[in-house]
């Protein structure tokens, strides 16, 4: 029996890294301390009360009592909501308490009964901590029971032998028993945590997150075709590969991440305390440190939902990653406020555009070239909601792609009827673009798509893109507005001189047009024309046609003129309106324009 005890024993620290308890990352250690330090300061005071008069001294004994109570009242109620580290703090503390009260008990007898309290230590330890950090704690207790009641005159050394040796004998088995409980949660490939594990661990995770604090996220990953990997060079190939990755992973996760292996080639990640960015820069530095390639889906926790919710969404994420052409990662948000909520249930039904007129400058009466699309939603928890701020809530949501091709294949219907009242000339259809949507796998085939069954030309399409996202680094998005340009739509960037472009990037520019942000013309009034002037003149050099946005003055507009912008848009000449307003009035301005006689659209009707 002893070599079979021997035996595990032996297991259980060779394994040490993956053979702990299941509790070793539970957050019920601290209440679990909490017990034993209030069971074992309410055994101490006992004997306190009861122990005869005699050296040493019964208030010190009586005060370390009345602490070890406290703290661990302290403890169970308070104690899940600390750091862990409080929890290994006071497992530590403790065999010193003990064996202060050990010394300062007064009689002998009273030092034997506060000798086995010792037990309590190596058990905590023994169930929270890993092996080899399990047996430092059990330890230090043995050696503290000895020195302890070796010191006192009045017993024997070997008298805290048998309190010692139950403490190392309870410690050990415990050790052992909750190294086999962990075992049924441990793939025995990759040494990682299995489903059965994973899960576990991620409900804890979920108990013990804070609602108003950063979510815990999950990440699951899939070696792309491991199967073809698995029948061409065999399984045991197909496992060194599952085992390199396993290593390699486990190797570079932050210490309180949780890796595990959930499926056949599915390893799941659990990050805490990371936003839903870094999660996903975490999961590429994994993609990157591995000589396979695979496909990763994340997703963070809804406060309120069951981890299994949140688990089939990180599924929905991985299967979009897989679906748009495997080797990425693509993010299923799990930020959804009640306003999101709202936008998610009503986006379709009750979702409008409105349309701004962009006209020329250049050419006289100031006709009307373009028209932008800018989406227009009324929400019943906020009806004072803008849409800028609704972009936002869909962009921190993960509904902006879906924001963004609705609102494309919306303006894509509806500038038919616009172009039929508009005349034969062809006009421009602008429509925004978040560069979240950019960077979506699946943008480029949703714009083909609506193309292709709106039958609206790409040519008269413009997708504007704000300057941050054509930045130099982000090389998805450059990627997408390049096959955008190669598809002959045309690129303008939004909102110009509101983001950290440098002078020399304009050249390099994936660009067309430039939008010129509202604040540079509203600022011409009180801060002169000289820096509008300075672009007007960048734009011709470059050979990139500008438009000066958030025009709403005539003066504003003579000014713009004069330094040669050739286009502009801003409530001067027209505000957004729906599209059948639209069609009224380029109805009105050509049929009043066929009465005079002029070929095309006259200037928009200012408001
Ligand atoms: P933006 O693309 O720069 O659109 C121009 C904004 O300026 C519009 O605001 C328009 O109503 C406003 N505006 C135009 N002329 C004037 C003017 O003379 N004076 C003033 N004060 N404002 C003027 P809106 O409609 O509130 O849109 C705000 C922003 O929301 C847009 O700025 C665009 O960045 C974003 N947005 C709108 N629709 C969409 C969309 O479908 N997708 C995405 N991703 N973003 C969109
Ligand atoms: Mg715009
Ligand atoms: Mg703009």
Redo the contacts with the bound molecule.
């Keep these: 029996m002893i070599r079979g005890l021997f035996r595990e024993v032996t297991r259980t620290f060779q394994g040490s890294t993956v053979r702990s308890s299941p509790l070793v990352y539970s957050n019920f250690m601290q209440t679990t301390t909490g017990v034993f330090y209030f069971g074992g300061g309410s055994v101490g005071l006992v004997v306190a009360l009861m122990m005869a008069d005699g050296p040493g001294s019964r208030v010190a004994v009586v005060a370390l009592s009345t602490f070890a109570i406290t703290a661990g009242l302290i403890m169970v109620r308070w104690g899940p909501r600390m750091p862990r580290i409080v929890g290994r703090v006071m497992l530590g503390l403790g065999p010193f308490v003990i064996a202060t009260a050990i010394v300062a008990a007064t009689d002998s007898f009273g030092a034997i009964a506060l000798s086995v309290l010792y037990v309590l230590v190596a058990t905590d330890a023994a169930l929270f901590c890993p092996p080899v950090e399990a047996s430092l704690y059990i330890a230090v207790s043995i050696v503290c029971s000895l020195v302890s009641v070796a010191s006192r005159a009045d017993l024997a050394w070997w008298v805290g032998v048998p309190s010692a040796s139950a403490t190392l004998l309870i410690g050990i088995s415990t050790l052992v028993l909750a190294g086999w409980a962990g075992n049924a949660e441990i793939d025995g490939l990759t040494g990682l945590l299995n489903r059965r594990g994973f899960d576990r661990a991620l409900r804890n995770a979920i108990s013990a997150a804070d609602p108003d604090g950063i979510p815990p996220a999950v990440v699951f990953f899939d070696i792309d075709h491991f199967k073809r990997l698995n029948d061409i060079n065999g399984h045991s190939y197909g496992d060194e590969v599952l085992v390199h990755v396993a290593r390699t992973w486990s190797s570079l996760i932050p210490p309180s991440a949780r890796l595990g292996r959930y499926g056949g080639d599915e390893f799941a990640l659990l990050l805490v305390g990371m936003r839903e960015a870094a999660v996903v820069s975490c999961a590429e530095t994994l993609r990157d440190s591995v000589n396979v390639r695979c496909s990763a889906g994340a997703t963070s926790w809804n406060p309120g939902e069951s981890s299994s919710l949140m688990t089939g969404r990180a599924d929905v994420a991985l299967y979009r990653a897989k679906n748009s052409g495997r080797n990425r990662i693509t993010l299923e948000s799990g930020h959804r406020t009640p306003i999101a909520a709202e936008f998610q249930a009503t986006m379709s039904s009750g979702m409008k555009l409105?349309y701004?007129p962009i006209v020329r400058l250049d050419q006289p009466d100031n006709p009307i070239v373009a028209v932008?699309?800018?989406?227009r939603w009324e929400s019943a928890l906020k009806p004072d909601l803008?849409?800028?701020e609704l972009?936002e809530i869909a962009e921190a949501s993960g509904l902006?792609v879906d924001?963004?091709s609705l609102?494309l294949r919306r303006a894509c219907e509806e500038a038919h009827e616009l172009q039929a009242a508009f005349g034969t000339e062809p006009l421009q259809l602008h429509?925004?673009?978040?560069g979240l949507?950019l960077i979506d796998p699946r943008y480029l085939d949703t714009v083909s798509r609506v193309l292709m069954e709106t039958g609206w030309p790409a040519t008269q399409l413009i997708i504007?893109v704000?300057e941050t996202v054509v930045d130099a680094d982000n090389s998805a998005a450059l990627n997408c507005l390049d096959k955008l340009r190669e598809g002959g739509i045309r690129i303008a960037i939004?909102?110009f001189g509101t983001g950290y472009s440098s002078l020399s990037r304009l050249q390099s520019l994936p660009a067309d047009e430039i939008?010129l942000d509202?604040a540079f013309v509203a600022a011409s009034s009180t801060h002169g024309a000289s820096l509008l002037g300075a672009v007007a003149v960048l734009g011709h050099g470059l050979h990139m046609p500008t438009i000066a946005?958030?025009?709403?003055t005539a003066d504003e507009a003579r000014l713009l003129t004069d330094l040669g912008y050739p286009m502009a848009?801003?409530?001067?000449f027209g505000?957004?309106v729906s599209c059948e307003e639209l069609v009224r009035r380029f109805r009105d301005d050509l049929s009043s324009a066929v009465a005079r006689s002029v070929p095309r659209p006259a200037a928009f009707p200012r408001q």
């Design positions: 409105a701004q932008e699309a800018l989406i803008t849409p800028m972009i902006i924001l963004d609102v429509v925004n673009v978040s949507t504007e704000t939004d909102d939008k509202g946005e958030r025009v709403e848009q801003g409530f001067f505000k957004p």
